[in-house]
């Protein structure tokens, strides 16, 4: 898990510079992700559109509350009933990871000092009754004063019930599906950190992870060895590999054990749950010659994976780096392959730059047709299908070492940034690059990295040049490693945002 460590250490340290040892947590303090708002009927959740609670878990709080009612005396159970019950009901708040970090967590929302203080002298006696450590703390408190300080959150902006005026900064969550630009608009809220979960069970070398959408929530990793393992939603591994290339690739015969080599990447075909065909990028030595091939298994019987093999793309690297890096499917069905500049220091051979050589690349083909004697079709939109001084499959170029890419799945709401890929360049010597990679772009590489110049000769002469949307220097990380937007409503002040890491050895 070594390398999972140390890229996790820098998504949180240098990316989104954040603070690492900032305590974080789910933003629902049930532990539930946010979900579109259901009819709730014994708590309200007001005009938000998500919140934390399910009509399950609903209910669950109704039953709460109707133990409590029926334990106090009647008195303060009359007092105190609606207190009580929008304070229980404030789990289902999106921000009530925030709220409930006081220290009776889970059994009362930290309270804003002039809430508390009300509601202290109204309903003092009610506190012993909520819980062990509610009791706790009220017995040990000389005062109310002392009581509501030990009550506050640590941020006192998430304090019930001011907490509710904050939800409109949420991110990527206004009603009214604000089209501010993406990248900036969203606010963020509170300490900005991560709680990352280690998975159980080892993974050696993990390359990369994709949803099995079958339903069942199981992850497939991706181990450099040859190897893609199921992780369950419970977090656990499953021991028989799912698929296993480990003998037909020989990883171990190599001199040198760098990450070209090996099972980098893999995709699902967006059909894969009726057709099981997978898209693997292996190296193997093949006649004492290091190969590089993306091929086509199908995982729908027990048959050996490499009997079922339709080599697509076979490559032989110039040199030994930076070759074929990453691949998925993109919204169009398309398969986008991207490939560095095979090779060594700088690029000597230009290949980059030349539209004709696959290296350097990033490649866009249809699996699912046959163009002439290829192994897939081109497809019809391709950006360079009339321009002889290009291959036909090329989709952008200019790039040395894209170590990761992926597309925008879009805005959950409003469906804006969809379709966008992100594609970072791992830079020489000196800056890393992120790009969006656009039909047709040029991405600068051998003439810039980053902004600047490499070859003095052609950087400023370059056709169809685009460039990177953020570039950093080697002060601040070495290695770029791509990642994706996050989409997912877990997590709301990383809603939009693209998170990536940078990895080097020290
Ligand atoms: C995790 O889930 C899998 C598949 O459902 C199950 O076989 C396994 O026993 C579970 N493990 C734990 C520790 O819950």
């Not at 509350?65 to 009901?89: Q, R, W």
């Not at 009581?147 to 001011?162: A, G, L, N, R, V």
């Not at 780096?321 to 560095?340: A, K, S, T, V």
């Given at each position: 898990m070594a390398l999972f460590r140390l890229l996790i250490i820098f998504v949180i340290s240098i990316v989104l510079e954040l603070y690492m040892f900032c305590e974080g947590h789910e933003m629902c303090a049930n532990g539930l992700p946010l979900v579109k708002k259901a009819s709730l009927k014994f708590c309200s959740l007001g005009n938000q559109d998500y919140g934390c609670c399910t009509e399950e878990?609903?209910?669950?709080?109704?039953?709460?509350?109707?133990?409590?009612?029926?334990?106090?005396?009647?008195?303060?159970?009359?007092?105190?009933?609606?207190?009580?019950?929008?304070?229980?009901?404030?789990?289902?708040?999106?921000?009530?990871g925030h709220s409930f970090e006081s220290v009776v967590k889970l059994e009362l929302p930290g309270m804003c000092p002039n809430y508390c203080q009300e509601f202290f002298q109204k309903c003092e006696t009610l506190i012993q009754y909520l819980g062990k450590k509610?009791?706790?703390?009220?017995?040990?408190?000389?005062?109310?004063?002392?009581?509501?300080?030990?009550?506050?959150?640590?941020?006192?902006?998430?304090?019930?019930?001011?907490?509710?005026s904050n939800i409109d900064v949420m991110p990527g969550m206004s009603s009214n599906g604000n089209e501010n630009n993406m990248a900036t608009s969203h606010v963020s809220l509170g300490p900005e950190c991560v709680c990352f979960k280690q998975m159980q069970g080892e993974s050696i070398l993990p390359m990369k992870i994709q949803e099995l959408k079958d339903g069942s929530g199981r992850l497939l990793v991706a181990e450099l060895a040859g190897i893609l393992s199921i992780f369950h939603a419970n977090g656990t591994k499953e021991k028989k590999p799912y698929f296993d290339i480990v003998d037909y690739i020989n990883r171990k015969d190599y001199e040198d054990q760098h990450t070209s080599f090996g099972l980098p990447s893999f995709a699902l075909h967006p059909n894969f749950n009726a057709n099981g065909k997978l898209y693997v990028i292996y190296a193997k030595l093949i006649h004492g010659k290091l190969t590089h091939r993306v091929s086509e298994f199908i995982m729908t019987s027990d048959v050996q994976p490499e009997k079922t093999?339709?080599?697509?793309?076979?490559?032989?690297?110039?040199?030994?780096?930076?070759?074929?890096?990453?691949?998925?499917?993109?919204?169009?069905?398309?398969?986008?392959?991207?490939?560095?500049?095979?090779?060594?220091?700088g690029d000597p051979d230009k290949l980059a730059q030349n539209g004709k050589s696959f290296f350097g690349k990033a490649l866009r083909i249809d699996v699912d047709t046959r163009s002439g004697s290829k192994e897939y079709g081109i497809p019809p939109d391709n950006p360079f299908v009339n321009d002889d001084s290009m291959a036909p499959e090329v989709f952008a170029y200019g790039l040395r070492n894209p170590w990761r890419c992926s597309e925008d799945s879009g805005d959950i709401i409003t469906g804006k940034g969809k379709s966008r890929i992100f594609c970072v360049d791992v830079g020489f010597n000196k800056y890393e690059e992120i790009n969006i990679v656009k039909k047709g772009g040029n991405y600068g590489w051998n003439g810039k990295e980053g902004f600047s110049c490499f070859d003095s000769k052609i950087c400023n002469k370059m056709e169809h040049e685009e460039f990177p949307i953020f570039a950093y220097n080697h002060m601040k990380g070495k290695s770029v490693i791509g990642g994706e937007v996050y989409r997912g409503n877990c997590i709301p002040h990383l809603q939009g945002k693209y998170l990536f890491a940078d990895y080097y050895f020290k």
């Open positions: 878990y609903e209910s669950t709080i109704k039953e709460k509350f109707d133990d409590l009612m029926a334990k106090i005396p009647e008195n303060l159970a009359e007092a105190c009933s609606s207190n009580l019950k929008e304070m229980l009901c404030h789990i289902c708040h999106p921000l009530s509610s009791k706790k703390t009220y017995l040990l408190s000389k005062n109310s004063k002392d009581f509501c300080k030990k009550m506050e959150t640590k941020d006192i902006s998430y304090c019930y019930p001011d907490v509710k093999e339709r080599i697509l793309l076979e490559l032989e690297p110039p040199y030994k780096w930076h070759n074929l890096d990453d691949l998925f499917f993109g919204d169009d069905g398309y398969l986008y392959i991207f490939n560095g500049d095979g090779g060594i220091q």
